[in-house]
């Protein structure tokens, strides 16, 4: 095994190596890699003031939340500052519409169940995938960044997973049809980024398999059997 570990830091130190923080190329795909990031935790502020408003049981603990995600997208805004990089906000807003809409929808609804798996699960998910797999290839400035913001991101997952086991059996129909309708949407979004995510040094196998885990993970600390968590998984693979 730490012939194997050699191995693995040998590669992303090549990969390291090889990036040019302040080449147009990097910038390029950054200003929307960034974007993206910016805008994600900024859809996970409001969305976590709206669940605030579905339970208000667990308000305190909701706001907390969406405070944390606002100094998130803060401390994202400063990374793309450091690198000179002019954010695409209008890009990333249409990356996100997907699962936006989707979330109003559940809002206005009041199906908190779909919007737990919306934010909690599919939007926590994405972020820890994404932060995990830059950390090794980002610049010192971001990566001290992302290291923080994502021990955080696991305590929001954590959130959705703990309210969602607690009331499983009543949520196990509204939680298959919510994984059915936005999972493509997730395989839709990492092709789409995954050329930008490529000239960072991100493989889109990596994200693919980290998101896997860590979803997979998630459906299991709920509740659902691994036969049940194949089946959801292979929805993702579904068009739409
Ligand atoms: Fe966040
Ligand atoms: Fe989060």
Request: proline fraction near 2%.
């Amino acid at each position: 095994m730490p012939q194997l570990v050699d191995q693995i830091e040998e590669l992303d130190f090549a990969k390291i190596e090889e990036l040019d923080f302040a080449s147009e190329t990097y910038k390029d795909a950054y200003s929307r890699i960034n974007a993206i990031v910016i805008e994600g935790e900024q859809e996970a502020h409001e969305n976590y003031i709206t669940l605030a408003q579905l339970l208000p049981a667990k308000e305190k603990e909701l706001i907390s939340l969406s405070k944390m995600e606002s100094r998130h997208k803060k401390g994202f805004e400063a990374c793309g500052r450091n690198l000179k990089v002019t954010p695409d906000l209008e890009f990333a807003k249409k990356f996100f519409l997907g699962l936006h809409d989707n979330f109003q929808t559940a809002a206005k609804e009041g199906k908190v169940v779909t919007c737990l798996l919306i934010q909690s699960l599919i939007i926590e998910c994405f972020a820890i995938a994404a932060y995990n797999i830059y950390i090794p290839v980002a610049d010192d400035f971001a990566r001290k960044i992302t290291e923080g913001v994502v021990k955080e991101e696991y305590s929001h997952l954590n959130f959705g997973e703990v309210w969602l086991q607690e009331n499983f059996t009543e949520s196990k129909t509204e939680l298959e049809e919510a994984n059915r309708q936005n999972l493509p949407l997730v395989w839709k979004m990492l092709n789409q980024v995954a050329d930008d995510a490529k000239v960072l040094a991100m493989e889109k196998d990596a994200l693919v398999e980290d998101f896997m885990i860590q979803y997979g993970e998630a459906l299991s600390n709920i509740g659902f059997t691994t036969r049940d968590i194949m089946r959801l998984s292979a929805y993702g693979l579904a068009t739409v």
